[in-house]
């Protein structure tokens, strides 16, 4: 009688970031992982390395954190640790990360979500010891991934690590039910970047709208996300009621603003894959958006958006315009982005990333 084979043992998968609760794409992109099908074929752990801006509480989280860390590497069975990192603050806390993992024995993939703009500012302000640090670091891990192309080649250049894998985020999938019954919207322009981050272009979006509000009346532009606007915004808003400001949004409060908003802009100057970007696809929003990081990567001018330079007013004016002045081609391009998000499901990003475990777990 064959001998009877034993079943494989489960990877364990520990995720390093942010906390998925709190705001960001980083976290949108955390949860996300954790909700998919990856949470059934492995046994994913989160440890937390970032939680409050606050400095003692920022410390003793991530001391925590190397704690948990330390005692996860040293329990048995395969394993493998997925290190979610920014740039600045981010990427100092990872590099400790991953020079401790490989220590302990431990394979490492290093995910990098920063857009080139932020990736190529950081390394003009570092010095040659931090540079040569950050260096190691990449070097140390088994394998850095970036959400796009640009970004993978900007780490290969300020950085001179090769080999950076390209696996993008994953669009997300709406409640059932979300785009039935959806009738003809108002013509109305939504953002979701607010102007915490200087690189979410909001100032350049406000700029922007100086001239389109007065010149579209019966279209609504809103405007929402961390931080607090601009006196420039409160002006535009004082003068044209069509333009309003909404702060921070829930989830519930998100999605029925992008439910109710056909147009959706993104004014970036630097980017990665925006979680917001693929928000609005699923949604089958018209998109205009700058050429930077994935967005080209993920959508083709003309036929699936519009997109347009980066840091040009004028531009970005002009592609909203476009689009609230023609509603057909604005539903033809909101169709095009769905298909498109369809493209980038859970199946196809979290497909790239088992395939990725298994390979280097041990």
């Known amino acids: 009688m064959p001998a009877m084979s034993t079943p494989s043992r489960r990877i364990s998968v520990a995720h ?29 752990e989160m440890i937390v390395t970032y939680r409050s801006n606050k400095p003692l509480a920022r410390f003793g989280t991530f001391f925590a954190a190397v704690l948990k860390l330390i005692a996860w590497s040293l329990r048995r069975g395969p394993r493998i640790a997925h290190v ?29 979500h920063a857009g080139m703009g932020d990736i190529e500012a950081f390394e003009a302000r570092l010095d040659p010891l931090r540079r040569w640090v950050f260096h190691r670091a990449l070097r140390a891990a088994t394998l850095v991934l970036a959400v796009s192309g640009e970004s993978a080649r900007m ?10 894998a390209v696996v993008p985020n994953a669009a997300p999938a709406l409640p059932e039910g979300a785009l039935e019954g959806e009738g003809a919207p108002h013509p109305g322009v939504l953002y979701l970047g607010g102007f915490a981050n200087p690189v979410k ?3 350049i979006l406000v700029e922007a709208l100086a001239s389109l509000a007065p010149e579209l009346p019966q279209a609504s532009f809103v405007l929402a996300g961390p931080g607090d606007p601009p006196p420039n915004l409160a002006a535009l808003m004082a003068a044209h009621p069509n ?3 909404r702060g921070w949004l829930d989830e519930a409060a998100k999605r029925a603003a992008l439910s109710s908003h056909p147009i959706f802009v993104l004014p970036s100057t630097s980017e990665g894959l925006p979680v917001a970007l693929l928000e609005a696809m699923a949604w089958r929003r018209a998109i205009v958006a700058t050429r930077v990081g994935g967005v080209p990567e993920v959508l083709a001018d003309g036929s699936e958006a519009l997109i347009v330079p980066a840091g040009d007013a004028a531009a970005l004016a002009d592609g909203m315009r476009k689009l609230v002045e023609d509603p057909a081609r604005c539903e033809r391009l909101g169709e095009a982005a ?13 497909g790239r990333l088992e395939a990725l475990y298994r390979e280097l777990a041990r």
């Open 16 to 44: 390093l970031g942010p906390d998925p609760a709190g705001g960001g794409g980083m976290a949108a992109v955390i949860r996300g992982l954790f909700a998919s099908s990856l949470a059934e074929r492995f046994d994913l």
């Open 84 to 112: 979610h990192s920014a740039v600045r603050g981010s990427l100092y806390r990872k590099s400790v990360c991953v020079f401790l993992l490989r220590a302990l024995r431990q394979p490492v993939l290093l995910h990098i």
């Open 155 to 164: 780490m290969e250049r300020c950085f001179g690590v090769a080999g950076i």
């Open 201 to 203: 272009g909001g100032e």
């Open 243 to 245: 333009v309003s400001w």
């Open 338 to 350: 769905r298909a498109r998000a369809a493209a980038l499901n859970e199946d196809e990003v979290c």
